[in-house]
């Protein structure tokens, strides 16, 4: 079978990892054209991979020598380059955020149903993830009985100084937004961001930690540590309570060392190595639907619409000193029933 041409937006951090996996790790694609904003990351990365670059978005998504199109440019951007592959009928992979705003959100969605067919798939890759599939499975299976709560944290070992406030929703809290609404098959109803005392090790324009806390339809209460300032590394934790018992996200494996009057285990450092194999399996079974000609199993649009809606929830929150605020969701169509 010929291998997925893949044309990618975008050669910054996760474009160039995402480059990297296609070529080297993942089965049955190649990339035939980047493009970026910055001539030179295009230049540079097109010589590594390689592939032609074209001047824009738009070109890339028309150009004939690409059949799906991968989204790895700045958030605000995504919208206008999704539109696009989707009025081409090309199928698309966007990094998340799907849009910045409900509003795109909603246009996506409207055009994707107007095509009448699924071509896009949101980049929220823990559902990829090993531990997470099994925890889903556990829950799914009623291993623990109905869920009630679940306690979640988010931590980072540092945030540059152009992370704001607000990114602690948008940009970090949103993965467990998506995968909380996967693991539970549950909407989430509302939204309330608490701020306790600072970290010293934070920049100072910044509300670090957070404490999210989340309801859904069901009524089950999830809360959420989100701490990216947490100095000793990237630690990911999830453990639902039900009715029957307590099922935990497992921590990646690593080596269990006595040495020296201590006993302990490494903590890794960034999300780029917790996860990776979920990076690989989520780009892997991506690249094969679009090969089978099927339409993408992922997260869709309209997760992508939800988690955009969601995290204007608890961002409206945290600029009202914590008040409850109830998350708006249009009704969900057809077109996107699970
Ligand atoms: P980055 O700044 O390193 O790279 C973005 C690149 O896109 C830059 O090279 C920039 O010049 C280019 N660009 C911006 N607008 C463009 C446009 N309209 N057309 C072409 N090129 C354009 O950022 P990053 O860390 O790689 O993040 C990119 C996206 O991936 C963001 O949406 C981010 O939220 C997402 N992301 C997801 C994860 C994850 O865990 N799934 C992790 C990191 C980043
Ligand atoms: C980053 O953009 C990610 O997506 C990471 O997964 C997350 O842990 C980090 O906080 C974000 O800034």
């Known amino acids: 079978m010929a291998s997925v041409r ?30 970026d904003v910055d001539a030179e990351r295009a230049a540079q990365a097109a010589a590594r991979f390689p592939a032609r670059t074209l001047p824009t978005g738009a070109d890339l998504v028309a150009a004939p020598d690409v059949d799906a199109v ?94 704001t406030s607000p990114m602690a929703a948008q940009d970090t809290a949103v993965h467990e937004i998506d995968v909380l609404r996967w693991l539970l098959d549950d909407e989430i109803v509302s939204a309330q961001v608490l701020t306790p ?23 089950v209460r999830i809360d959420l540590e989100v701490f990216v300032n947490c100095q000793y590394g990237y630690d990911i934790q999830c453990e639902a309570v039900g009715e029957t018992g307590v099922a935990r996200l497992p921590d990646p494996a690593a080596v269990s060392l006595r040495s020296a009057g201590r006993h302990g285990r490494a903590v890794l450092q960034d999300w780029q190595h917790r996860f990776a194999s979920a990076f690989d399996t989520e780009l892997r079974e991506w690249v094969a639907g679009v090969a089978a000609g099927g339409e993408p199993q992922g997260p869709s ?37 699970p």
């Open 197 to 219: 005392r600072a970290t010293g090790r934070r920049h100072p324009h910044l509300k670090d930690p957070q404490f999210m806390l989340f309801e859904t339809a069901r009524g």
């Open 6 to 35: 893949v044309g990618v937006i975008g050669a910054g951090w996760i474009g160039l990892d995402h480059m990297r996996r296609l070529t080297q790790v993942v089965p049955g694609a190649e990339v035939t054209a980047v493009t």
């Open 301 to 337: 649009a309209w997760d992508g619409y939800a988690a955009t809606v969601i995290t204007d929830a608890a961002v409206e929150s945290l600029e009202s000193d914590g008040q409850v605020v109830n998350v708006d969701l249009q009704d969900r169509p057809v077109f996107y029933s």
């Open 70 to 163: 991968l989204v790895t440019s700045w958030g605000p951007t995504h919208a206008e380059h999704v539109l696009n592959a989707v009025a081409a009928g090309k199928p698309v992979f966007c990094e998340k955020p799907l849009a910045t705003t409900a509003e795109d959100c909603l246009r996506i969605v409207k055009a994707e149903m107007a095509s009448g067919r699924r071509l896009v798939q949101v980049g929220f890759m823990r559902r990829y993830d090993a531990g997470y599939r099994e925890l889903k499975d556990v829950i799914t299976g009623n291993g623990i009985g109905a869920p009630l709560m679940v306690h979640c944290a988010h931590r980072n070992a540092g945030a540059p100084a152009s992370y």
